[in-house]
């Protein structure tokens, strides 16, 4: 059974930091582009991150609103994704999910709630 | 950034009675492998997204087969042959052929 568990999410002030989490498990982790959504409090779906099978820095996408703030990184080993985020602003606030790149697989969610 | 336009913003839908949900793609999908990564995706009320249709027209794994998917190019539909209780949620279409990866703006299917 395909599993992607989120954790890493709470609340943090404006400007601070966290570092997500996503441990994936019954499919070949390492072969597959993967990414992070996120979703505002009652909006619709907004794509932040992708990285490539290889975690190569020359294949990671985000979008505009997060780039030079936002670091997606993966562990093939661990078979684990991971987002930093870094100078964290109230629009950030939103329930993060961890998903392949197609949005085959999903997790559950981890809530970020940005606020003082 | 390719813009997707879904309507309509809601469906009242009566149960057993067929549904249709429209999106297009402010450019072409059409990747340079040939394939047009444009998918749809079902959010049931407290849960993650689920994939409904992948790459257009392909039902993903365990999805009922009253969901079809059709179109090409920049305009796309997703149909349920009979709608029932259970498909109830916002339905998003997404584009996978360009960066950054855009979502539509959701259909919210209620029962009438």
């Known amino acids: 059974e395909v599993q992607l568990v989120e954790s890493g999410g709470g609340l943090v002030q404006p400007g601070g930091s966290l570092r997500l989490s996503c441990a994936a498990s019954g499919f070949t982790f390492s072969t597959y582009w993967m990414s992070w959504v996120r979703q505002a409090p009652g909006k619709g779906l907004e794509w932040v991150a992708n990285?490539?099978?290889?975690?190569?820095?020359?294949?990671?996408y985000y979008v505009d609103s997060v780039r030079g703030r936002f670091a997606i990184s993966r562990d093939n080993a661990k078979s684990s994704l991971y987002l930093q985020m870094n100078y964290l602003r109230a629009e950030d606030t939103a329930m993060y999910y961890c998903?392949?790149?197609?949005?085959?697989?999903w997790g559950q969610g981890t809530l970020v709630t940005v606020s003082s | 950034d390719v813009v997707m336009t879904q309507s309509p913003l809601s469906l009242p839908v009566t149960l057993g009675q067929p549904a249709s949900i429209s999106c297009r793609s402010s450019?072409?999908?059409?990747?340079?492998?040939?394939?047009?990564?444009f998918n749809w995706f079902q959010q049931r009320p407290g849960q993650s997204p689920r994939r409904l249709i992948h790459?257009?027209?392909n039902r993903d794994s365990g999805v009922p087969d009253r969901f079809s998917g059709s179109g090409s190019g920049t305009d796309f539909t997703l149909k349920i042959s009979r709608v029932e209780a259970e498909d109830v949620g916002v339905y998003y279409c997404m584009e996978g052929t360009h960066w950054p990866q855009t979502f539509g703006g959701g259909t919210k299917v209620e029962i009438k």
């Open positions: 450019q072409s999908l059409v990747h340079s492998d040939g394939n047009t990564y």
């Open positions: 998903t392949t790149s197609q949005g085959a697989y």
């Open positions: 790459r257009v027209s």
């Open positions: 990285i490539k099978p290889d975690g190569s820095t020359s294949e990671k």
